[in-house]
């Protein structure tokens, strides 16, 4: 039972370059999104999708995009990094598109930015 | 907007004590109210919820909340810790909309469990 799954879990890169962080989820979850962790300030929403095709902005989405092309995926690209954005970055889903359901996270890609 | 405060970084307590992790929320309208726990290394799992009725919440692993409506206030609370409990714990809410979850979360709060 997988769950949510998220590759890499490392990921080291200069400034100026560009990486997708993949997010897989096998429970016919409708309900996906992209959270980063920074130290002290929790969680924040970057992206996220309510269905295949449906995207929106949540409270941090600049530098990041995403797309939901399946029910299964959404990856999310970072086009040109940078410093601001070394952190952990989670993928989460949930089995209701209303605000209800808990979220199952994904175990969380950790980004290192130089 | 809506938001969520946990006021203490760190909580620390004996193995066998009572333990309450503290948090209030702000939110338009009525809230749904959240805990999650997060192990070293790894993401958040769900813990309890609240969202309508009793305002005495159960989840998991003997965890319980209780929901204060005056007080903005939805505390964690275990009768008697468990060394196996020390992690971080976050408070999320979002509001009562129906619609797509933009849930806020607290800044954690770390629970350290001793013997």
């Known amino acids: 039972n997988a769950g949510v799954t998220q590759t890499p879990k490392f990921q080291v890169l200069k400034t100026g370059q560009s990486m997708t962080l993949q997010c897989a989820q096998d429970?016919?979850?409708?309900?996906m999104s992209w959270y980063r962790q920074d130290p002290g300030m929790g969680l924040r929403l970057i992206h996220y999708?309510?269905?295949?095709?449906?995207?929106d902005q949540g409270e941090v989405p600049n530098g990041y995009n995403v797309s939901r092309s399946t029910t299964e995926d959404f990856p999310l690209r970072l086009l040109s990094a940078a410093p601001s954005q070394t952190s952990v970055y989670f993928c989460?889903?949930?089995?209701?598109?209303?605000?209800?359901?808990?979220?199952?996270f994904g175990e969380g890609s950790r980004l290192t930015v130089l | 907007a809506q938001s969520v405060a946990q006021p203490e970084d760190q909580v620390n307590v004996a193995e066998g004590n009572p333990l309450t992790v503290k948090c209030t929320y702000s939110v338009s309208g009525n809230p749904y109210l959240f805990w999650y726990v997060q192990y070293p290394n790894r993401g958040l799992q769900f813990l309890l919820k609240y969202i309508t009725g009793d305002n005495l919440v159960k989840g998991s692993y003997g965890f319980e909340a209780e929901f204060n409506k005056s007080q903005t206030s939805f505390h964690l609370k275990k009768p008697s810790a468990l060394v196996s409990d020390s992690a971080l714990y976050f408070c999320?809410?979002?509001?009562?909309?129906?619609?797509?979850?933009?849930?806020?979360f607290g800044t954690g709060t770390r629970l350290q469990v001793t013997l």
């Open positions: 989460a889903s949930s089995g209701r598109k209303s605000n209800t359901g808990e979220l199952f």
């Open positions: 999708s309510v269905g295949a095709g449906i995207t």
């Open positions: 429970m016919n979850h409708e309900y």
């Open positions: 999320a809410v979002s509001a009562n909309t129906g619609t797509a979850s933009k849930l806020t």
